[in-house]
């Protein structure tokens, strides 16, 4: 099916594992996104790619690594993770015209994420 | 950066009843989408509207871009629009990375 699909869904790992958050979208969307969920924080943006090889940090990066090698795929890396990083994760990804964003973001259904 | 306000933070409506959530923004945007965010936690797409009004069935919004403003009107409430209504905003070079305002729990009742 067509969409933007997210895994896992639920992970639950210790303190100073590393832990990767995959996405994975059918639409050819150039851009592409991960934000955090968290109580009395709303939603904040980690990471986000424009294109294939192409990512920028966001609101809240520390501790994250991301890479896009290609343009359906959008991993997220916690490489050593810890206590604060329990959250709930959205992908996103939107649409572009000559590389200019179209506007309406798509979001992947969540993966909750729980470090003890 | 960007700040982005929703009111009211909380909204308790009987089924039938209509309801105005109301975002206001702190600078120029040229990009502005409401979500809602279900029970379940899935975040869907209601409307991209940096600009004029749009209508959806029961839901209809309306962005004021030189006020800074931006409403959502939802008309004979449901039990199935209960969940978080966000409102998201873009500007400039890096429109397309949104700032997300608090949002409204709204809670439709039966």
């Known amino acids: 099916d067509a969409g933007i699909t997210q895994s896992p869904r639920y992970k639950i790992t210790e303190t100073g594992r590393q832990v990767t958050l995959m996405c994975h979208q059918t639409w050819s969307h150039s851009y592409m996104f991960w934000y955090r969920q968290d109580l009395g924080h709303g939603l904040r943006l980690i990471y986000y790619s424009a294109a294939a090889d192409i990512t920028d940090k966001g609101e809240v990066p520390d501790g994250y690594v991301v890479s896009r090698s290609k343009t359906e795929n959008f991993p997220l890396t916690l490489e050593s993770a810890t206590r604060s990083q329990t959250s709930v994760y959205f992908c996103?990804?939107?649409?572009?015209?000559?590389?200019?964003?179209?506007?309406?973001?798509?979001f992947g259904e969540g993966s909750r994420l729980t470090v003890l | 950066g960007i700040q982005v306000e929703q009111s009211p933070p909380d909204l308790i409506l009987q089924e039938g009843a209509n309801s105005t959530l109301r975002c206001n923004f702190s600078d120029s945007v040229n990009n502005l989408q409401w979500f809602h965010q279900n029970p379940w936690g899935q975040l869907i797409n209601l409307f991209y509207?940096?600009?004029g009004t749009k209508q959806n069935g029961r839901l209809s919004a309306t962005t004021v871009a030189t006020e800074r403003y931006s409403l959502l009107y939802i008309s004979s409430s449901q039990t199935t629009d209960s969940g978080v209504y966000f409102c998201a905003v873009g500007a400039g070079e890096y429109g397309n990375k949104l700032v997300f305002g608090a949002g409204t729990i709204l809670r439709v009742k039966s």
């Open positions: 509207i940096p600009s």
């Open positions: 996103a990804s939107s649409g572009s015209i000559g590389g200019l964003n179209t506007g309406e973001l798509f």
